[in-house]
């Protein structure tokens, strides 16, 4: 979805500090572009500069973000090769630890037994983790190896970016099972914090996921059309 770039909600003269008093769930977005806390009043752009991000992917990122808009004229003016490492570091952050976390937590908190419902709930879990795994490792072989090898030069992978999306919309179902099962199904025998703690990050990481796949989506997507076009290369 596009909007007309007044739409943005941070500009680079903002400091850089507002954006996490303002909304704490953006230091996930400035950890995956590699931008580490202690930056004081400096302005976005400023601690962009500092640290070697592209300040204009940067803001569409994190106004997406927020928004779950994207501007045309932002577009344009993308660095695939600065989204393109945000993305990755988005795939390391899920594989390697928020999914493993919340594992953890339902082990801890439904005391695995394999007699019952709690065996279940671990099964699904898995499941789904499986899913995002083969679907991000899918990404990692095909999509990204064809944009990188596009910002090198070479113009003649076969890559059907227009069909990309199509894989997104199976990413997530077994998630909402999960969720189900937990809250209608759950034995009454379970460490209850533990177990709450683990559902809260499962919707979290739901909304996320999704986040995730709406941005590729409508920023990567595009952008990369964009690059495809500017080049006058033709899939």
Request: charged residues 25%.
């Amino acid at each position: 979805m596009t909007t007309p770039s007044n739409s943005s909600r941070y500009t680079p003269a903002d400091k850089m500090a507002s954006i996490i008093a303002d909304h704490y769930q953006l230091i996930q977005v400035m950890s995956r572009f590699g931008i580490p806390l202690g930056f004081g009043d400096d302005s976005i752009e400023k601690t962009c500069r500092d640290n070697g991000v592209d300040c204009t992917t940067f803001l569409s990122v994190v106004n997406f973000v927020l928004d779950g808009f994207a501007s045309y004229q932002t577009i344009s003016d993308l660095s695939l090769k600065s989204l393109l490492h945000y993305l990755r570091q988005s795939h390391i952050y899920f594989l390697e630890y928020f999914l493993p976390a919340i594992r953890r937590k339902l082990l801890d908190g439904i005391r695995l037994r394999s007699d019952n419902v709690s065996f279940l709930i671990i099964k699904f879990f898995d499941e789904f983790v499986h899913e995002v795994r083969t679907h991000m490792e899918h990404e990692e072989k095909y999509l990204f190896t064809y944009v990188n090898a596009l910002l090198d030069g070479k113009y003649s992978a076969g890559y059907k970016v227009n069909t990309y999306s199509e894989h997104h919309e199976k990413v997530g179902s077994k998630l909402k099972e999960l969720i189900k099962l937990i809250i209608k199904y759950c034995p009454d025998d379970n460490d209850t914090n533990l177990l709450n703690d683990a559902l809260y990050d499962i919707y979290r990481c739901e909304e996320e996921l999704e986040s995730h796949c709406r941005l590729e989506d409508c920023l990567l997507v595009p952008a990369l059309l964009n690059f495809e076009k500017s080049i006058g290369f033709k899939v």
